[in-house]
C-alpha cells in the first residue's frame, strides 16, 4: 500500500488505500488492494493475485524473502465480477523466478517482464500504456525505492523505510509538483493493522489462525507487480476497512492447504470471486 500521488495523469499505477478492492489494474500497472485510486477506471479487485511479485511460490509467510514452501508456483488467476472477466498468466524463467505476468479481459492486455540484475529488478510493461518500472532493492533485498517512468519525460517514485525486523514503517510518493505524500503503518503481532497518512487512515484484520501465504491477494499483488514484497506480515488477510467501507475476504483450500479461491465483497453487488492455478512438481 503505498500512498497516493496527487499529480494529474489520469492513469494512476500508485497503490492508495482505499477499500474498493484487493487489487487494480490500470494501463499494464497491476496493483492490489484495499489500495484502490478512484482514479483508476479498472480499479475493480481483481485479485491481488497480479500478486503485488516475482517468484510466486505457494508459501505460508510473508516474511519468507524467497517464497518457495514446498514445489508449487501460482501460474494463474482468474478474476471475475459484475460484468467481467479478468485473466492473469504468470510465466518462469528457469531460475525459478517470476519472468512475465500477462493480462487480458476481452478488450484490454498488457505483459510485465521482468529483468534481475543486481541490486535492481527492471519491469518492461507492453501493451496498453507501455512503460519501465525500477525496483532498487536495499542491502537486505527489500525495496529501497521504486521507480516508474511512463510516458515522455515523466515518473513517478516511491521510498520505503523498514525498522530493525525490516518491517515497513512509512512509503512517501514523490508528486509530479515535487512534494511528498507519505504513509506510516503500525502492526499487531507482526500484521499491518493500520495505514495512516494526510487524507485519512485505512485499517486491515487478518485470520489469525492462518499463517500468510504468496497467495494472500495482499502478497500477489506487490510480488506481480513489483518482484518484491515490501508489505509484510504474519497472518492471511481477512478485510480492509475505509471509512464507513469494510471489504471482506474468504477463501477455499485443497487438502494440501493451498488457497484455491476465494471471494472479496463489501455486502453490496460488488462481490468478486477469483480462482488461482498452479504448477505442482
Known sequence: M???????????RNLTPSAQGVLRVKAGRVSFG????????MYRFTLAMIFFGSM????CHKHSDHPASGSCKVTGLQVKGNGFTENYVMGYGSDGKLSTVQYSDGSTSFTRSFTYSGSMIIITITGTSPGIDTVFLNANGDADHIVMHYGVNMFSEY???????RQLTSSTAYTAGGGTI??????????ITQVDEPGGSFSYAYYTDKA????DPEVLGQWVQFGVVYQKGRHL??????GSVT???TYTFDESGKITGGSQSSGGSDAMTFTYSYDCQ
Open 182 to 191: 507519505t504513509a506510516t503503518y503500525q502492526y499487531t503481532n507482526g500484521d
Open 159 to 165: 521510498t520505503f523505510t523498514y525498522d530493525g525486523n
Open 56 to 59: 510466486l511460490f505457494f508459501s
Open 2 to 12: 503505498l500512498p497516493a500521488s496527487c499529480d494529474d495523469r489520469p492513469v494512476t
Open 34 to 41: 484495499p489500495t484502490i485510486n478512484k482514479t483508476s477506471t
Open 247 to 249: 471489504e471482506t475476504l
Open 237 to 242: 488477510t481477512k478485510s480492509s476497512t475505509a
Open 212 to 215: 500468510s501465504s504468496m497467495s
